[in-house]
């Protein structure tokens, strides 16, 4: 019985290194991979940080944009493509699918919101 006690110990001890040892690669490729095609132009903490993007929709009947941007520093958010609210609706009528910008965005009452939003050369 001893013996089987001592084999049960290794091996609970063995699976729980398996364990840390599979947490710590995971956090590590995350980590990695965050930083993929990051573009950022300023800190997160710059309130006039710009990132830039392209237009894929413009839904004026839900006052939103479809944007592909690159990583929003000051949301701590990776690139993406995905819809945000407008501040102001006359911004809606700045652009068309295709457009490359640049773009502010920020969380206004929990939701994310385009506060500055301009053409790129």
Do not use: C, W, Y
């Not at 013996?3 to 091996?11: A, E, G």
């Not at 930083?35 to 939103?64: F, R, Y």
């Not at 969380?107 to 301009?118: C, D, H, M, Q, S």
Request: charged share 20%.
């Amino acid at each position: 019985m001893t013996r089987l006690s001592s084999l049960f110990s290794t091996l609970m001890v063995s699976a729980g290194l398996a364990l840390a040892t599979a947490n710590a690669s995971a956090q590590m490729q995350m980590q990695d991979h965050s930083q993929h095609n990051a573009t950022a132009t300023a800190s997160p903490n710059d309130a006039n940080a710009l990132t830039d993007g392209e237009i894929k929709k413009v839904d004026k009947d839900t006052g939103k944009l479809t944007v592909q941007h690159g990583p929003l520093t000051n949301l701590n958010m990776p690139g993406m493509t995905m819809s945000f609210k407008v501040q102001d609706p006359a911004m809606l009528d700045q652009v068309k699918a295709g457009d490359k910008i640049r773009l502010r965005v920020e969380r206004i009452n929990g939701a994310f919101t385009v506060t500055k939003l301009e053409t790129a050369n």
